[in-house]
């Protein structure tokens, strides 16, 4: 073989290494093709190598969004050129789709939203992703398998984005309408069902409940609704005395749970009493501590050489 080789050869030897399993290397011909091909000036080509470098890329280590993303970036101008990945063909288009789908759900589990708009927002984003999800059918999805011997069915990926966008919904309303929040967690645990995440379906279903709640303050007779959301539990002391007086309708107590429902407004307040006086109590230990610990130190002093 001549020493230096040309860019055809180094894509059949990245195929080689590709089909071989050896993706960082075969990277590493690709991008090297890609190089020639542009100093050649066959634009085609380089783009084409650089295409294969960044799929390459994806099965070396654990790519991230960015990768997914450049890759994404260097597949859309193919079209329907067929790819050789291995021992498949396949078009430039659906591994474009494919690794953009993979970027979005990457990106997406990673967010961290701060407020009910960041949450409304990220919503949109899973919604739109489980219907991306649903248009690609029920084959697996070809890169996480070739690369990382990982199933992902579409099939379970569109609920289980459905059921991410219905939390999501939940979080960005729960503070304004607890009612609707409960309605989005009981589509959610729907979706979870479907998807086959049994643990998040109950809890969804549980969120679902408490935030479904409604209760009358004991403390200022408000009528709120959702469990850790507009009211709180408090232990009390119950007997008749909780029942009497308050009548039917919304329950201002659980005896099951020996506690009084209040606002988060009233809890507050009892709260920040029962601080002040956890805080008074614990410097007059410490004080009482001090002068219990002199008097000590007096009474040994005497002992001491
Ligand atoms: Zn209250």
Request: charged share 20%; glycine share 8%.
């Amino acid at each position: 073989m001549p020493l230096f080789k040309s860019p055809e050869q180094l894509m059949d030897l990245g195929q080689d290494q590709f089909l071989r399993g050896d993706f960082s290397a075969a990277r590493g011909r690709f991008q090297e093709a890609a190089r020639k091909f542009a100093e050649t000036g066959n634009a085609q080509g380089a783009q084409i190598a650089q295409a294969y470098a960044s799929l390459a890329s994806l099965g070396v280590s654990d790519p991230g969004p960015e990768q997914y993303a450049s890759a994404a970036q260097s597949l859309a101008p193919l079209g329907g050129l067929s790819m050789k990945l291995g021992p498949t063909q396949v078009p430039a288009s659906s591994l474009a789709q494919e690794t953009r789908i993979l970027y979005e759900t990457k990106t997406l589990l990673s967010v961290r939203p701060g407020s009910p708009q960041q949450y409304a927002e990220m919503a949109q984003r899973f919604q739109a992703l489980s219907l991306e999800y649903r248009q690609l059918g029920s084959q697996n999805l070809l890169l996480p398998e070739l690369f990382h011997r990982s199933s992902v069915s579409p099939v379970v990926m569109a609920p289980y984005m459905a059921a991410m966008a219905e939390e999501a919904m939940g979080e960005a309303v729960v503070l304004d309408h607890p009612q609707e929040a409960a309605e989005h967690n009981q589509n959610a645990r729907n979706w979870w069902t479907q998807a086959n995440e049994l643990g998040k379906a109950q809890e969804a279903a549980a969120r679902a409940q408490l935030y479904g709640r409604s209760a009358r303050c004991w403390i200022c007779g408000r009528e709120v609704t959702g469990e850790g959301v507009q009211f709180v539990t408090r232990p009390a002391a119950i007997g008749p005395w909780t029942n009497a007086g308050t009548g039917g309708g919304m329950g201002s107590a659980d005896p099951s749970r020996s506690v009084l429902y209040t606002c988060k407004g009233c809890a507050s307040l009892i709260d920040a009493v029962a601080d002040r006086y956890a805080q008074e109590r614990a410097h007059e230990v410490e004080v009482k501590l001090e002068a219990e610990i002199e008097q000590l130190r007096r009474q040994v002093r005497p002992l001491s050489p």
